[in-house]
């Protein structure tokens, strides 16, 4: 991972690094993870409300204790992934993944996938709502399978909503704050530190105001483009 | 006869009944350890571990009470501070919401649509952006630091997604109720709390209840302008029962728990209203 | 009766404390088009999905060709189906589309792309849609739709094809056309079909044989002639026909029998029926005649309801004894309501069915007699 020191005055070009890492594995993740699950609860689960219910609980709670349950989720111990790393014996995945710089941004954007997948689960869901029920029915008479139903029937109708869920996943990704300040608050050595957690600390830490206003426009010029994609559809 | 087999294809319900089910609770595991670690005393914890059923004898709640009371971490001001900021800035919010309803039921301007695309634009723009010369501003006015000054920003920021947020649900509202009610000759303040706003409602409490929620989960906010202990929310103040190097789990946990019930209440009470808001972004119009 | 290809054997489905389908028997000759007849909710969507093999039937067993499909997915019985509202997929072309059921099973079917591309050419062929192959589906009309969807219906050769209403989203003059091809088509093919309607009419014409059902029932199958002229029960009676057959509340005693409005004696020898029944008669049985030409003891004495003209008919209700009673007549008579007019009814044609139960007791002087 990048290390970037956040009191350096060079421009905050690691952290937006870290930043397009989370953009590059947390979006496709939540896209299709959550494309998959809302297809299975909608056709083939029972108790989908509950299920879905229970993935929103992600998105309501407030991302800072997000950010404090993603960090004991990798605690060596008690969290939940070393835990299982221990037991299936890889001994270098049982530590506290975010004490150390290899690991400690990949904790936190698979802690985002976990927190985030409630969103992408619930449009999904709304927008399959929006296919009749008989072209699945269709489909499984005239012998489709479960996956080529998804694939050939479902998912291409869903290319609005697959928009909208990236789009909104990415800006958020680019966005991230209280999940990284609750966790790590950057570090370790500044593996995982972003932009907007830049743009804090030369605030709050270093007083600088001129650089950190810097770090705000820059965040704001590399988020106007996709914001500009969603205007163009909600307007379309 | 009811079948003695199962036959292959209830097999493969039942399989992917299965995986689903087991994928939501393993999500759920997390919440699960959340709690079982708040309700023990953490050096125990640490010796054994929570993947296990707990000795019942040592459960014990004493990690919220530190939590709340001890004035190191003193999560009950943080309780007592977010419930004022957000139903302050919720409550303003709905008044301006309903006059907003009133607008759309009413008025049709030329700019109507260009006044979404700035609403929406202003939405979607990072909060880091107007929080430095907004400092500086509140600085001079002498709103650095205290309720009035957080409320206010939030009550701005909320009127301009509720904006957005009442076109969805107040699109179904005909302008034939209004016009109809005038023909007959009600007045306008009438027309306002006897047409507009009953029908509203749903829009309105759904309004509140998104707002309060952002506003309770909010950090970045709170972290630039409430700097004094006294004024902290909790969001702040659960984040900082995390030591530097040392954690205390058990505090934690109980914190994280404290910090979230309210909105989680909220969620369970008025779960459809969460869902609803998200789910519109599925469904073309 | 030929050996059945198609066999529904006691077949039933509860929903909650709703008995759907309750212990439906049916037997389909190969290449047999026979209709589910009934009024919306009678059971007969159901039984088709059960055939189908999108529900499963909580008792009762299905076979096509001999084989127990009845635990079997939808897509391994080799049936086919149109659905009410076509399904067809509006991001493929129409050509994917009619391919679909071939491309999803390209693998076992051993199909090249060419073989493919035949398939669907020859089916296109079939229903006249070649030039549309390349569109897609909401660019089509209604009829033309109805028709792709036949088309991916058909290009696999299914062994039982099955449509769900597929008439009734379209307009009156177009559902005519489509009704008649419909017809060709499937003799032509020989594929045994189950087509649900709720439109007797389209039953009539259709089928080579109807199922009546209601409230989950089959209350009888026959022929079209068979199920118009002798119908089992009341309900047949009066679903089918148009428009539907007069059923009177009547009253048999040794001597007389007495309807609404009016009695008719009874030959001194009978013994039969006694009690209250019902009387059925059709529209087309009675007729309206001056007073002069019969005996007053023949005829039927009634006031004008209404006249609905028909163009090359009038359908005149009359009331009887309070009960309004159709007559069907090509005469253009200058009536209206409020006139007095005298119906002759033929005794020969009437039907009679149990008070209690509804069933059929057959032709009215046959039962009076035994």
């Known amino acids: ?236 | 006869m009811k079948k003695s087999f199962i036959s292959r294809r209830a097999f493969k319900t039942l399989a992917l009944n299965l995986v689903v089910w087991i994928f939501a609770l393993a999500w759920m595991l997390p919440f699960i350890g959340l709690v079982a670690v708040s309700i023990q005393p953490y050096r125990e914890v640490v010796v054994k571990g929570w993947v296990r059923v707990p000795d019942l004898s040592s459960l014990t709640l004493n990690n919220y009470i530190e939590a709340l009371r001890n004035p190191l971490y003193d999560l009950a001001t943080g309780y007592r501070n977010s419930v004022i900021v957000a139903f302050l800035s919720s409550l303003i919010l709905v008044v301006a919401a309903a006059l907003t309803a009133y607008a759309f039921a009413n008025l049709d301007f030329r700019l109507k649509a260009l006044l979404f695309a700035t609403i929406l634009f202003i939405m979607m723009v990072p909060q880091q952006l107007t929080v430095v010369p907004l400092f500086l501003l509140y600085r001079n006015l002498g709103l650095y630091n205290t309720f009035q000054g957080v409320i206010l920003l939030h009550s701005a920021w909320g009127i301009a997604w509720v904006t957005f947020f009442l076109r969805n649900y107040l699109r179904f509202i005909p302008r034939s109720l209004v016009e109809a009610a005038r023909v007959d000759g009600a007045s306008e303040i009438t027309i306002f709390y006897k047409i507009i706003l009953p029908l509203s409602i749903p829009a309105l409490i759904a309004s509140f209840i998104m707002q309060f929620t952002w506003v309770w989960n909010d950090l970045f906010y709170a972290l630039v302008f409430l700097a004094s202990r006294d004024k902290q929310v909790i969001t702040q103040k659960v984040v900082m029962l995390k030591g530097e190097f040392h954690i205390d789990w058990g505090l934690l946990t109980a914190g994280s728990i404290i910090s979230m019930s309210t909105p989680l209440i909220l969620y369970v009470v008025f779960n459809r209203y969460f869902m609803r808001g998200v789910a519109a972004w599925g469904v073309k119009r | 009766m030929t050996s059945a290809f198609l066999k529904l054997d006691r077949v039933t489905r509860r929903f909650r404390n709703v008995i759907a389908v309750d212990k439906v028997s049916l037997d389909v000759g190969k290449g047999e088009l026979l209709v589910l007849l009934g009024p919306s909710g009678c059971g007969k969507t159901t039984t088709l999905r059960i055939i189908a093999g999108l529900e499963t039937p909580d008792e009762g067993r299905v076979y096509i060709d001999g084989v127990d499909v009845t635990d079997m997915e939808p897509g391994d019985r080799d049936v086919s189906m149109v659905f009410q509202d076509y399904a067809l997929y509006p991001h493929m072309s129409v050509f994917d589309n009619i391919a679909f059921p071939l491309t999803v099973r390209r693998g076992k079917l051993r199909l090249s792309r060419r073989d493919i591309e035949e398939r669907v050419l020859k089916v296109a062929k079939m229903l006249r849609i070649e030039e549309l192959l390349d569109r897609k589906p909401p660019q089509l009309s209604g009829g033309q739709q109805q028709r792709v969807a036949l088309a991916r219906a058909l290009v696999r050769e299914p062994k039982v094809w099955l449509m769900d209403e597929p008439l009734s989203n379209l307009d009156a003059l177009v559902r005519m056309q489509v009704r008649a091809e419909l017809k060709r088509l499937q003799k032509d093919l020989g594929i045994t079909t189950v087509y649900v309607t709720h439109d007797q009419i389209e039953a009539l014409t259709l089928a080579d044989r109807i199922a009546v059902m209601n409230k989950g029932r089959v209350l009888q199958v026959g022929s079209p002639k068979d199920v118009y002229e002798n119908p089992e029960h009341v309900f047949v009676a009066t679903f089918i026909g148009a428009p539907p057959m007069n059923i009177l509340e009547c009253k048999a005693t040794k001597e007389i029998l007495e309807c609404p409005g009016f009695s008719k004696p009874l030959p001194p020898s009978t013994r039969g029926l006694q009690g209250k029944l019902y009387v059925g008669i059709r529209p087309e049985h009675i007729e309206i005649v001056s007073i002069s030409k019969v005996t007053k003891e023949d005829v039927v004495e009634a006031r004008v309801y209404v006249v609905e003209p028909l163009g090359s008919e009038y359908i005149v209700n009359a009331v009887s004894g309070g009960e309004i009673v159709k007559v069907r007549t090509s005469r253009e008579l200058l009536l209206s309501p409020g006139d007095t007019v005298y119906l002759k009814i033929d005794w020969s044609r009437a039907s009679v069915f149990d008070f209690e139960s509804g069933r059929s007791l057959g032709k009215l002087l046959k039962a009076l007699v035994s």
């Open chain 1, 1 to 236: 991972m990048i290390i970037a020191r956040s009191f350096s005055h060079t421009p905050p070009w690691g952290a937006l690094v870290h930043n397009l890492v989370w953009v590059a594995l947390h979006v496709p993740i939540v896209t299709f993870l959550g494309l998959i699950i809302a297809y299975l609860l909608k056709y083939h689960v029972r108790g989908s409300t509950i299920i879905k219910a229970i993935l929103f609980l992600g998105i309501v709670i407030p991302p800072a204790v997000g950010g404090l349950i993603i960090r004991f989720m990798f605690e060596a111990d008690i969290g939940i992934v070393p835990i299982l790393f221990s037991y299936v014996g890889v001994e270098s995945l049982s530590k506290t993944w975010t004490l150390y710089p290899q690991t400690a941004l990949l904790a936190l954007i698979l802690g985002s996938v976990w927190l985030w997948l409630g969103f992408s689960v619930t449009v999904f869901a709304a927008a399959m709502e929006t296919i009749p029920r008989s072209h699945i029915e269709a489909a499984k008479v005239f012998g489709a399978s479960t996956w080529q139903t998804f694939y050939r029937i479902v998912a291409p109708q869903l290319k609005p909503a697959i928009t909208v869920v990236v789009v909104m996943t990415l800006l958020w990704d680019l966005k991230i704050f209280d999940i990284v300040y609750a966790s790590t608050g950057g570090g370790p050595g500044g593996s995982t530190t972003v932009l907007a957690l830049v743009m804090y600390n030369y605030f709050a830490r270093a007083l600088d105001y001129y650089r950190s206003a810097a770090v705000a426009v820059i965040l704001t010029l590399v988020v106007i483009p996709f914001i500009v994609l969603i205007i163009r559809r909600e307007r379309g």
